[in-house]
T-cell receptor, first 112, second 113 residues
Framework: DSGVTQTPKHLITATGQRVTLRCSPR?????VYWYQQSLDQGLQFLIQ???????AKGNILERFSAQQFPDLHSELNLSSLELGDSALYFC???????????FGSGTRLTVV | GQQLNQSPQSMFIQEGEDVSMNCTSS?????WLWYKQDPGEGPVLLIA?????ELTSNGRLTAQFGITRKDSFLNISASIPSDVGIYFC?????????????FGKGTKLSVKP
């Protein structure tokens, strides 16, 4: 157990729908990062939050949004889902800049 | 944006063999990290390198932070079946539109049939 908790583990939904993925960072970590991993692809950075504020943005689609709450958990909202959004979505957390990130075990999203 | 070129893309290992993989970048990084990902799991940090020229070991794994700060390699000695998986290099910088941690596309290690 890495200490980063992601729910749900699996999600199957239809095109056009909206889903919310949840992440609880390791205790004490202020930064949360979201990554997307498509089949046979590397990890694509989506967005970072630090202590409730958006800190950095990657290749995140406008249909996707995220937030980090006062208790530091984060949610990634994916709307108007398309087949191509099917992927593993990982959340990671870190305490300070310059240190490695700790990843959760991911949410596998399947859009049918 | 910053890109990491990781090679080889895939390789087959026989138990007991040594394995090498590397990562290069067109720009410098402050930190290099190596992760391993097993199927259906998140990446797990293996080694972190913080200084140019640094050579660090973790059991049978050895990694180096290149002097130019634009490359890193990972060696696995005397491989065992549980070494199978996908290995990712990652470069860490502060700021930038791509976020702090940039990943290579991975090296997939499989067992020789």
């Amino acid at each position: 157990d890495s200490g980063v908790t992601q729910t749900p583990k699996h999600l199957i939904t239809a095109t056009g729908q909206r889903v919310t993925l949840r992440c609880s960072p390791r205790s004490g970590d202020l930064s949360v990062y979201w990554y997307q991993q498509s089949l046979d692809q590397g990890l694509q950075f989506l967005i970072q939050y630090y202590n409730g504020e958006e800190r950095a943005k990657g290749n995140i689609l406008e249909r996707f949004s995220a937030q980090q709450f006062p208790d530091l958990h984060s949610e990634l909202n994916l709307s108007s889902l398309e087949l191509g959004d099917s992927a593993l979505y990982f959340c990671a957390s870190s305490a300070n800049r310059g240190f490695g990130y700790t990843f959760g075990s991911g949410t596998r999203l399947t859009v049918v | 944006g910053q890109q990491l070129n990781q090679s080889p893309q895939s390789m087959f290992i026989q138990e007991g063999e040594d394995v090498s993989m590397n990562c290069t970048s067109s720009s410098i990084f402050n930190t290099w990290l190596w992760y391993k990902q097993d199927p259906g799991e998140g990446p797990v940090l293996l080694i972190a390198l913080y200084k140019a020229g640094e050579l660090t070991s973790n059991g049978r794994l050895t990694a180096q932070f290149g002097i130019t700060r634009k490359d890193s390699f990972l060696n696995i000695s005397a491989s065992i079946p549980s070494d199978v998986g996908i290995y990712f290099c990652a470069g860490l910088n502060y700021g930038g539109s791509q976020g702090n941690l940039i990943f290579g596309k991975g090296t997939k290690l499989s067992v020789k049939p």
